[in-house]
């Protein structure tokens, strides 16, 4: 018998207002059919003047627990994957504990940029499979709109807000890849690119929050190689391989890179769940937003073997094999 920290509820939160490419297009020089061409985004939410990080991460915690069937006391814990917290401390996390009412447990934030839920997920399966936890909300919220410079057409048009949340709860499993839960994880960060996708400011450095830098086609071209590596060492690690994917649910940053990875793994594209043109890359939020997309439009099923994999800043990159 092993400990398996399995699905129990999903949810998510996309702010209200809706901004299509064309937006851009009265004060940048760019074009819907750029935007859409060279990364497949078609739009993307933006939260609020006054709608912070843990705002969207409240809402998305809320849907996944209703859907769970538990309150916030059934919760030991809370990690949020994040890289635009509301403030630089305390965490996003006990920003979510307070608002949920808990006054218990603990919360604490994962910072891998747009690897990061996959990052919180490993963290909250080894809490669980060690026994230190019993039920888990796993949370990716971001206000990327908020570090994005606005003169920079190769960055502002992609990046989207959101958030996106789990429950994972302790179950017994045979410790064999039939069970459903957690069944791998594989964890990269290499600092040697950390030019390549960076944030220009921070506490230590400019005492500023700083804005968004990235070389769009180098990463691009590290992306698909790194993401494809790690979900077969992912899979492989579980005792599976590319045959026995049901859904590659990826981080959604282009659809180019997306296809790229599929198609490496020789997975259909039918066998993806793509949100990328409703949601543009909202870095740690894009899994846990993906994954409660395909549920709630019916493609991800009780039993279904998924693996997630996402890359970015750091470069920090992983893949996590579940089965749902
Ligand atoms: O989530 C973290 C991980 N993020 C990623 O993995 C993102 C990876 N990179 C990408 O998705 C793609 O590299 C981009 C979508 C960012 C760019 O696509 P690309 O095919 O790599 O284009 P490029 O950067 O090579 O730029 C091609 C041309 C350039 O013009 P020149 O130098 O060829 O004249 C750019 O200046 O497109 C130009 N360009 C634009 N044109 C219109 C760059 N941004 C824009 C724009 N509108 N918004």
Redesign the pocket.
Known sequence: MKMRAVVEGVGHYLPERVVPNSH?ESF????DE??KS??GIERRHFAAEDQTTSDLAVFAAKMALENAGFSADDIDGILVATSTPDLTFPSVATMVQYELGMTSGFGFDVQA??AGFIYALANANALIVSGQARRLLVIGAETFSRIMDWTD??TC??FGDGAGAIVLGAQEGTGGPEDRGILSTDLNSDGRYRDM?YVDGGVSSSGTSGKLR?Q??P??RQ?VEKLTSTAEAALQKAGLNDKDVDWIVP?Q??I??IQGTARKMGIPMDHVIVTVQDHG?T?AASIPLALSVGVNEGKIKRGDLLVSEA???GLAWGAVVLRW
């Open positions: 851009f940048l020089d760019t074009s750029w935007i060279r990364s940029v747009c057409r190769s048009v992609l996708l990235m769009g086609n990463l691009f992306a981080h940053a282009n180019r890179i890359n870095s890359i970015g800043g």
